[in-house]
């Protein structure tokens, strides 16, 4: 196999020649712009066979029109180190080798992304990490290698570094984070010297490095730009998820970094919450209208029926209506319209008696979601709020526009007397703060407040609801229950 590699790096830059990087742009061997349409085909991060990922690989290229397939890969598999490898590596770096060779084969393009790492100890928390560790120096060594200036091949740094300074992401240090419930500490690799490993062995393939905030950030890159001196450039990658922020603030964010830096949006989508408090189709509808408004380059996430947002039900490969329809429709150039909003909704639950409708306690608040104190059914909410501290329950950003208000009942326990303000919020945005009626100890009052009053209606992006002290006091515990989002009958 690495013999058939070396033949395609040498016979096939007619089909699929060396990319490198100008500016702002990204170009081919001719000079001419290229302008990368893609999709993420994932499970070798996780599996150490994969799941149907040439198959899948073939119908994104072939039948989907896909000029760019992104592939995200383990370091512990590629090495033969996670639990479920059956040798030291070999089959797996065979499979990676399959995938290469029938992307160059159709004269496309691969982003090979080290999508996991695991802190620094072999074998162990395999997964999405702070930033890349030692083993993800070794791994882009032997890749960087393996793999040199086959012109199909673009290598992605690291996935999406978390939080760090700007600093660390570039040069390296210490740091610390919390991995499925576990304390680490590493020293982190820096992106910098990633780019470095890779351009000693030889390696000239353009890279492409995601920003801090699991590559959302843009902010910091300008002033810690990575130094390619003898390679062919570096791209930086943009991932976007609606329930991170809203998408104009997005296309606002982007359009200014797009003046000064060469990007590629490498991931994005959206996924269905619960009808009709979701609007994933019009959102992925907007972000491929910004996408070709600018001629951005972008792969969507992804091609996998279990892996969230997905692009196809299942392996007969059937696009999902609220995003794999849409981004077929774009790669195949036909315009994508974004849907009308609805006007009317029928009531929606939040609580009672459990949270309803994909809404969770995102509180800062002791919150008892099972308190036996409660309105009409078994459970209501208990909330024992210190200093500052808040109840929040959010959900998949929803679309306020077929809403009227939210109504629920609230009980100022023992104590009553306290002083509540409740806010909504779009994305992560506080909206305007509503005073409730001072709180009657171990009574019931019911409270009804209009989107109006709350600064939401019509608006899109409503993603949680805050109930705290108005003035930020500590409070004594009170308990809420019944909460209902009403619809526009």
């Known amino acids: ?31 001419a712009e290229v302008k990368f349409h893609g ?68 004269g496309k393009h691969v982003l090979l992304d080290l999508h996991w790492s695991d802190g620094g100890v072999w074998g162990q928390d395999i997964g999405q990490h702070t930033l890349p560790d030692a083993h993800s120096l070794q791994f882009w060594r032997d890749c960087g290698k393996h793999f040199a200036n086959v012109p199909a091949v673009i290598f992605d740094l690291y996935n999406e570094p978390i939080e760090a300074s700007w600093n660390v992401w570039r040069d390296g240090g210490q740091v610390s984070e919390t991995f499925q419930g576990k304390k680490l500490n590493y020293h982190a690799v820096g992106l910098q010297t990633l780019l470095d490993a890779i351009r000693e062995t030889g390696a000239k393939n353009v890279v492409l490095a995601g920003g801090l905030g699991y590559a959302s950030r843009l902010d910091g890159i300008p002033t810690h730009l990575l130094v390619d001196k003898t390679g062919h450039g570096v791209i930086y990658a943009n991932h976007f998820y609606p329930g991170w922020e809203g998408y104009e603030s997005w296309e606002k964010r982007v359009t200014a970094a797009a003046r000064t830096l060469p990007l590629l949006i490498g991931e994005f989508g959206a996924d269905p919450g619960s009808v009709p408090l979701d609007f994933p189709k019009r959102r992925v509808a907007q972000v491929l209208s910004v996408l070709k408004i600018h001629n951005w380059s972008w792969c969507a996430w992804c091609m996998h029926p279990a892996a969230t947002p997905c692009l196809i039900t299942d392996w007969s490969y059937k696009p999902t209506e609220y995003f794999g329809d849409l981004v077929l429709a774009a790669l195949r150039g036909e315009n994508v319209p974004i849907p009308g909003r609805q006007i009317k909704a029928e009531d929606h639950t939040v609580f009672d008696g459990s949270l309803k409708n994909q809404f969770q306690s995102w509180s800062s608040a002791k919150v008892d979601l099972a308190a036996s104190t409660s309105h009409s059914d078994s459970h209501g909410i208990k909330v024992d709020a210190e200093v500052g501290q808040q109840l929040q329950l959010g959900t998949v950003p929803f679309d306020g526009m077929p809403y009227r208000a939210i109504s629920f009942w609230v009980n100022g326990g023992a104590i009553g007397g306290q002083k509540l303000v409740l806010r909504a919020n779009i994305m992560d945005a506080a909206q305007t703060p509503v005073a409730l009626p001072e709180l009657k100890p171990a009574e019931w009052t019911h409270v009804e407040i209009t989107f109006v009053d709350l600064g939401i209606a019509g608006q899109e992006g409503v993603k949680s609801f805050t109930l705290r002290s108005a003035n930020g006091a500590a409070l004594p515990t009170y308990f809420i229950d019944d909460i209902v989002i009403q619809g526009n009958h």
Do not use: C
């Open 1 to 31: 196999m690495l013999v058939a590699l070396a033949f395609l790096a040498a016979t096939t830059g007619l089909r699929s020649a060396n990319l490198h990087v100008s500016g702002t742009r990204i170009l081919g061997p001719d000079g």
């Open 39 to 106: 999709i993420n085909v994932p499970s070798l991060e996780w599996t150490a066979v994969g799941d149907h990922v040439t198959e899948s690989i073939g119908v994104a290229l072939d039948k989907w029109g896909a000029n760019l397939v992104r592939v995200p890969l383990s370091q512990d598999r590629w090495f033969g180190k996670a639990p479920d490898s059956k040798d030291d590596g070999t089959s797996y770096r065979k499979i990676v080798d399959e995938v290469v060779s029938m992307v160059s084969a159709r």
